[in-house]
């Protein structure tokens, strides 16, 4: 395997861990098709490349190790143009009319469904621009399908845009059938449409739970889309991404709490790609151009990817003519380096300021210490350290086992409670004192809490040859008169427990 880049450490959203990316090649083959001309569209699907012949009429399904191929579907079509996408469920779609460069007007077969779980292909016919002949125009490749094609109550939509376009037309799909009758003209506001027969719409869902649509056109900015309040068209947003290049293949990627975007760079039509955030001024990571292989002059190099956890996804590149490689993109936990570190809660309506009486851990013989704690019972608790002008806050282990701040039992001598996956609650009353140590746990956290009940050892000798009812805490701290509050209290020379 080949590590091409560690990516800059970022906080993730939620899981208040400092995480890095890691980008490694892991196959490359130089067996693919060499007939660029035949050859133009394809992506990657469960470890295989599915790229279609437009002259044989081919659909080939290439192993990702050795470029073998495995399976091959049939067209029926002769010299057609080579559109060929998936949708969400794993159905095929390629597009089979000969009416190059481009007319979908005609009552015939103009496509097939080659279905997830086999079984025969399903054409499908329809005039898709019989209510927008203007928009008519050359196409050459597909978008990704939004939903499942095969569908029978939600369907699966088709985002195309020609180089006509003054919109995006909306074909939608039900039980393998296109719904004619809710084929829709959606007009772009607030970025330029820019189409060209190379133009292509792609869906996703944003990590703030929005669905969201990248455009990418080779020549000009990419655009991210949403929806309008009325659902009938789009507001767009342009973004730049570092040396971006104008060949086809991009792909939008929700992944480490991040909204990514996998692209081709400069030069023009070569095999070189990166991953950024738009409009960010520098790419999370690079693969610069591999030397030594003929430029790709029809303007592809196909990339997109498939998430196979919350901590890895492959990344799938088909470079027309020239090679197949794959790619995992994982998270890895940074070890963080703890030097300040506070405590805050409800003891103190988790106010986070040093008057607001925050608890600070110490430095006792190299551990960080934060002793004679007071909680009452089912008080809850974080930790926080400083980041920049901000703070981490580092609770316990979520519902996935992602680490915020490991806990063990092996380092309780107290009930505690791990609370929505993230604080920590104290189930009894009590004066406690916590340490930070290093994690013992394989698991991706750099340390642990540990959590003992105080020893009431602050007050060695309170009472005097008389009855004292003075009332003190652990710290000697006195009170007047009998405390309400439960916790651990010295009177009259003796540990006194009020619960």
């Not at 469920?89 to 597009?95: D, E, S, Y």
């Not at 309008?228 to 973004?239: A, K, L, W």
């Amino acid at each position: 395997m080949k590590k091409f880049l560690l990516l800059a450490a970022f906080f993730a959203a939620f899981t208040m861990s400092a995480q890095q990316f890691t980008l490694t090649e892991v196959t490359s083959t130089n067996n693919v098709p060499t007939d660029r001309l035949n050859n133009r569209q394809g992506f990657g699907m469960d470890g295989k490349f599915v790229v279609m012949d437009k002259v044989l009429g081919e659909i080939n399904f290439y192993a990702a190790e050795d470029g073998v191929v495995e399976n091959t579907l049939y067209t029926g079509a002769t010299a057609s143009w080579p559109a060929i996408t998936r949708d969400e469920a794993g159905n095929i779609i390629a597009r089979v009319d000969n009416s190059w460069p481009g007319n979908f007007m005609a009552d015939t077969v103009v496509m097939k469904i080659f279905p997830a779980g086999g079984g025969e292909a399903i054409d499908v016919e329809c005039n898709i621009f019989a209510d927008f002949e203007a928009e008519n125009g050359r196409c050459d490749f597909f978008s990704f399908i939004e939903g499942n094609v095969m569908d029978e109550d939600e369907g699966g939509i088709l985002w195309l845009v020609t180089a006509k376009s003054t919109g995006i037309l909306k074909v939608p799909f039900l039980g393998g059938e296109i719904d004619a009758d809710h084929i829709a003209l959606f007009p772009v506001e607030g970025a330029t449409l820019a189409p060209t027969s190379s133009t292509v719409v792609n869906p996703y869902i944003a990590v703030d739970g929005t669905k969201h649509y990248m455009l990418w056109t080779r020549n000009a900015a990419a655009v991210d889309l949403v929806m309008n309040d009325t659902e009938d068209g789009f507001i767009g947003t342009s973004f730049t991404l570092p040396n971006k290049g104008a060949t086809n293949g991009c792909f939008p990627l929700t992944f480490g709490g991040k909204d990514l975007v996998i692209y081709t760079m400069l030069p023009n039509y070569g095999n070189a790609w990166a991953i950024a955030e738009k409009n960010a001024e520098e790419a999370i990571a690079v693969v610069e151009e591999v030397p030594g292989f003929v430029t790709n002059g029809f303007q592809c190099n196909w990339l997109n990817a498939e998430i196979v956890n919350e901590n890895m996804a492959i990344i799938y590149q088909y470079f027309p003519g020239n090679f197949f490689k794959t790619y995992e993109l994982t998270i890895g936990e940074e070890e963080l380096e703890i030097n300040e570190a506070y405590l805050v809660g409800t003891f103190n309506d988790w106010n986070q300021t040093e008057e607001g009486g925050r608890v600070a851990f110490e430095d006792v013989d190299g551990i960080l210490t934060a002793s004679g704690v007071e909680l009452e019972a089912g008080a809850e608790f974080k930790v926080i350290v400083p980041n920049g002008e901000n703070w981490t806050w580092l609770g316990g282990e979520d519902a996935n086992g992602v680490g915020y701040f490991l806990f063990t039992g092996d380092l309780m001598d107290v009930p505690v409670q791990l609370v929505d996956g993230a604080n920590f609650r104290m189930e009894n009353a009590g004066t406690y004192d916590f340490e930070i140590l290093p994690s013992q746990l394989e698991k991706a956290a750099s340390y642990a809490l540990k959590v003992t009940e105080s020893e009431p050892n602050a007050i060695e000798t309170v009472a005097t040859d008389k009855v004292d009812n003075t009332w003190y805490n652990l710290q000697g701290v006195q009170f007047n008169g009998m405390p309400s509050v439960p916790g651990i209290y010295i009177n009259n020379g003796k540990k006194v427990i009020i619960k």
